[in-house]
Antibody, heavy 119, light 110 residues
């Protein structure tokens, strides 16, 4: 059973860069699922797709966040990462990583990690 | 790219059938059969319920089903149970390698 776990700082200062890593276990990041995604949920709000990355490194970002988002994949460590720069309080959210099957649906999710943007 | 439109809340009694709608456009739901639905209980990660409009992953009760007509997809929950009380989100491929979620619907089991 595929398992995903987010890790990274829970507090980021305004204007700085949010960095998160997702570690995949129970399967290989370079086989099976081709795409891996990040989704966030602001407090009391709905889900927002941030972007997805292909196992080979191609990236696909939400138009609303494009320009501030960078994703990368480290297959040797079974990890993929998210960087979001120039953060503001509106970026405060629970960030989830998930397997994105065929760029179609998100079938396995991490437990989520709360990132608060505050000075 | 606006969120797909879902009712803020729906409710039903145990044993009843409820339907949650998800309205998009001809550029997302209307153009692709890549609609998925997720259930989220408070404090938990979302869980996949339905994919490709009508398909259910193994382990999901067949009380949960999906359909689509034009630009609107629907999640149907039959034989409503107390544990079905949760938030539900639809999601669709939106072309140009992008994905869009609905705003979410809170289901209350009376």
């Amino acid at each position: 059973q595929l398992q995903l776990q987010e890790s990274g700082p829970g507090l980021v200062k305004p204007s700085e860069t949010l960095s998160l890593t997702c570690t995949v276990s129970g399967g290989s990041i370079s086989s099976g699922h081709d795409y891996w995604g990040w989704i966030r949920q602001s407090p009391g709000k709905g889900l927002e797709w941030i972007g997805s990355i292909y196992k080979g490194g191609s990236t696909y970002y939400s138009p609303s966040l494009k320009g501030r988002v960078t994703m990368s994949v480290q297959t040797s460590r079974s990890q993929f990462s998210l960087r979001l720069n120039s953060v503001t309080a509106t970026d405060t959210a629970v960030y989830y990583c998930a397997s994105h099957y065929g760029f179609d649906y998100f079938d396995h999710w991490g437990q989520g990690t709360l990132v608060t943007v505050s000075s | 790219q606006s969120a797909l439109t879902q009712p803020r809340s729906v409710s039903g009694s145990p044993g009843q059938t409820v339907t949650i709608s998800c309205t998009g456009t001809s550029s997302d739901i209307g153009d692709y059969d890549f609609v998925s639905w997720y259930q989220q209980h408070p404090g938990e990660a979302p869980k996949l319920l339905i994919y490709d409009v009508t398909k259910g992953p193994s382990g999901v009760p067949d009380r949960f089903s999906g359909s689509k007509s034009g630009n609107t997809a629907s999640l149907i929950i039959s034989g409503l149970q107390v544990e079905d009380e949760a938030d539900y989100y639809c999601c669709s491929f939106a072309g140009r390698s992008s994905v869009i979620f609905g705003g979410g619907t809170t289901l209350t089991v009376l």
